[in-house]
């Protein structure tokens, strides 16, 4: 497993180690959806995507973490969820060797070492590559909790934790 991905996309910057997989990739460039769901009619490139969209017409979910009962269409987001009772992150940043669960986690996370960090808290002087973040992390310095439950009126600095909240409401 050298990591090598020597099949090269002519449209897009993408590589793949197989030439099959490659192939399937160029089919999302034609606008070719030649996998049809006989339920209602959508299209897809790859049959795989058909297979796993008609789930949600029969309800199956065959992959179940035997920790939280919880249950998947798909062996990879399965995978993924399992992450949060094991804690393990086995994408590690190699500039940083800081490490995560999930891979997108770390590309978003590489871009703190390569962009340009515009946005700056006058409170810390901490600098933040995305307005997104600046601003969460400006309510840690402030009272501002913009996030209110309609259930009860109390209010949350993240929409995640409000979300959160809301469970304990409804189950």
């Not at 996998?35 to 790859?46: D, G, L, P």
């Not at 929409?159 to 409804?170: A, D, E, G, P």
């Amino acid at each position: 497993h050298t990591g090598e991905k020597p099949f090269h996309c002519s449209q897009c910057d993408k590589t793949f180690k197989k030439k099959g997989n490659l192939a399937k990739h160029q089919i999302t460039h034609s606008g070719e959806k030649p996998y049809q769901c006989s339920q209602c009619n959508k299209s897809f490139t790859q049959k795989s995507t058909l297979v796993t969209h008609t789930m949600t017409h029969t309800g199956e979910r065959p992959y179940q973490c035997s920790q939280c009962n919880k249950s998947f269409t798909q062996t990879s987001t399965f995978v993924t969820h399992q992450r949060t009772h094991s804690g393990a992150k086995p994408f590690q940043c190699i500039q940083c060797n800081k490490s995560f669960s999930r891979k997108s986690h770390l590309v978003s996370h590489q871009t703190t070492h390569t962009r340009d960090k515009s946005f700056q808290c006058n409170q810390c002087n901490k600098s933040f590559t995305h307005k997104s973040t600046f601003v969460t992390h400006t309510r840690t310095h402030t009272v501002e909790k913009p996030f209110e439950c309609s259930q009860c009126n109390r209010s949350f600095t993240l929409k995640s934790h409000l979300k959160r909240h809301q469970t304990t409401h409804w189950g």
